[in-house]
């Protein structure tokens, strides 16, 4: 990934459209990368639907999940940047967040049964998949949203300081990742790992998930692995879908 | 929207398509519009397949369903506009009306499973979602279509006053909105709500539905958020696909 | 429907590619119609994916399956061309026969529930559905295809006098029509229907299915609206899909 | 197929794109095909996605998976190639192998069910479908990949002299084929009868599944039928699509 803010907003552009193309993103959700040079200030479009997103809406937002540039003044803002901002300071680690209603996610965010790692590329879930309920926090009566830097704390403090990824009841997920293409990878793979559980549960139990030591050693390997997928999907996005 | 009726029409044409390629509408199924400047007309295509339907193909009945401008006499008009016509007059509050053969909806309304929200964007499915069985409006022997003024009345007064979607076994539904960019979305998301439902009875346990509050909450919230899926729909349809 | 042989090939080539286009039928299956002036033959693509079909590929058989026309000695033609044949012979109110591996129907062979109409488009499902097990025909061992005269008549004597569609044991099905446009509405209704009825064993029964009266009613509606997706499905088709 | 090296590695590139145009490959995975004049040989790709492969990519390995030409010294080699030198070695009938995550099959390899041949095209899983676990192999901790010559050497051990298609647990699957038409055919055709057999799991009761002779039979007869499929997947692959 370039060092430079201003190529890096061109990958995080082409990240919006490769994961609506994927069918991890509808028109909502969105994604984020922050700054390699400012590690307080992260890059996120404006408020628009992530298939549409260019690198000219991108601006770039305090971990207070302000902006910080005047001519941005007065720009619609994602109304659940807080997931964002909250996330980066809570995990120094953490280089790019994914929000998305993944489709097959969401299923798994209503029910009881866990969402657990059962394909190599999905290790990651093996780190732990927590489940934000938004009741625990605030109580009955909400739209489900991340409206304030408050619901924002809550949920990375849920996140923890370990899992790659935390279920939104009745509403999706949010990913994160060291970098870009890694947090792209996993918010793909998890929405198929949710699809093979889904399988591997019609088909009838007991289902044969990895261990916790293959999950490490899997999340290793596919953190070197994460490029080989941004390559073809980068390709396809340049192309215009 | 626009206040203008020619405008407005653009509009219907482009909420055909979309519909049609989001997989909601298939080669069947309709959509209208009220006019905003005569509330005892409507707006609808002449009886075609949702995906071809442009301007120049829709006109305009009164609430009974009738044509009114005698250039349009001897049009194939849709057999079951009364669907349309019955719900302007019986609910002031709807502009636009979605009839649809809805995939994943269908085999609802033949279960005795009741469609519930879980997904936060169909927070509308907590106004209720009546279920029209035509066999006890006229008995054995239908086609199941709503070919009469009268069915169309019965379909109203199930419909009530305030839910959003009504299920007709066996057939699809009905859904309901104050605006069109509204009620094109209502559509969209019964059909992903009934599919993540799906999925959530697969996976087993009981199901953390919405909340009465919650549905309220979303309901008011994804009336305003409704023009984000609408501005990336629309561009989409007008790429001719 | 045109009563002239070369324009209704044209049309034969157009049902081949709408029924690939819309995943009825993959690499394998065939579409015939009667012609209309010698009921005692009928045109079939010769042995090619249906998706490539062009009139060109178009020749003309007898009821026995044979060529007529000394230039097409020679050309491969499909193996299990008698299933269209023998159905020929059988149902003199036949004028189009499509035989297919499709998809959600394959599953319905193999198992014990019925495929029932419960979409009121797929009505003529309630005009009976049998199942030809071939081993009740020729025993084990065979590659279950209809290879001989002979296994085309057994299945065309199990399709019987009513039937619009026969399941084939671990195959697929072949659906027949008093029209071309007809068949490919049902051959395409019978997979919609199988999708949605599985989903509504998913949902978990009982199912409410459509009545005898309400089938007879609505295959006779549907008659005449098959008109409606075929003009669809003829101009994507047309568009090179 | 060509005799030809450089014909059949662009039918080789094809064969990639092939798969993954069909859902079979997603960004991982490999095909590679024997040398028809050097047995000792086999060519695949440089380690990219699938969907990318050109014959420029393509190189030849010898059975131990090494480069034997100079001027590939350096270049990126797919991690696993030795699934396939280790099955070139152990199965002389063998001439491609197709690796994928396939994504229906995924799920039959973490559970008890057995995948088994219902569809007659997919009559080669008649010949046995054995299950690698890795643990069994090289204990706990891996993360699931075929990493070294032995580990090969164990799946192809496990693959059998007969089988045509082994599940790898939470991995995917290896389908190796007399030809490089007949392996693609019989990737995809494992995954069309792993969806077709999760629909009958759904739908539920025994399933009746092809006898063992039926199955003998019809792989024969597949065997002969790969051309038709190859066929029109080539033609769409050649159009960039």
Known sequence: MPENLTDLIA????????L???????AFGHVSVRDPRNPHRYAISRSIAPESVTAADILVLDLDSQTVDPKDDGKLLYRERFIHGEIYKARPDVNAVVHSHSPTVVPFTVTR??????LHNAGFLGLGVPLFEIRKSVGDGTD?????????KDLAKQLGPDAAVILMRGHGDSVVGPSLPNAVFRAYYTEINARQQLAAITIGGPINFMTRAE?????????????RPWALWRKTALKGR
Chains 1, 2, 3, 4 share one sequence.
């Open 113 to 118: 049964a866990k969402l657990r790692p059962l």
């Open 20 to 26: 609506a193309h994927e069918g991890v993103l509808d």
């Open 215 to 227: 999950a490490v050693t899997s999340n290793d390997a596919m953190l070197r692995a994460s490029a």
């Open 11 to 18: 990958e995080l552009a082409l990240a919006n459209r490769i």
């Open 144 to 152: 489900l949203m991340i409206l304030t830097p408050s619901l924002g």
